[in-house]
């Protein structure tokens, strides 16, 4: 049983009521609340830590700094959205059929990555 400190229990806490996605600074404003003398340095250093652990997995979009998922999301395939005003990233649901037909013939897929851009619920309102 490793040590758990205050800090990485409102860190985890603030994964599993986020239930996405989140940004070093996102966990940063949610893990305050139950220690508020958190800091960034903090937060980067857990969740380093964190992913030596494998406890979460790093998500990462093209020109953009990581976020971090559950290892347990991460298992499961799935896809991003990301959010273009307040720059959430939130888990998708499934996925599409049919990307072999868009390769060139000859080809073999072995793999594929899906982010969809646009306008959560609460930005587009
Ligand atoms: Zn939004
Ligand atoms: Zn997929």
Redesign the pocket.
Known sequence: MQRQTPQRKAIEAAFHSAARPLSPQEILDAARKDVPALNLATVYRTLKRMVDDREIHPVELPGEAARYELQSAAEY???HFRCGKCRAVFDLKG??NGLKKLLPSGFRMTG?D?ILYGLCKTCRT
């Open positions: 395939h799935h896809h996925c599409v594929h899906i």
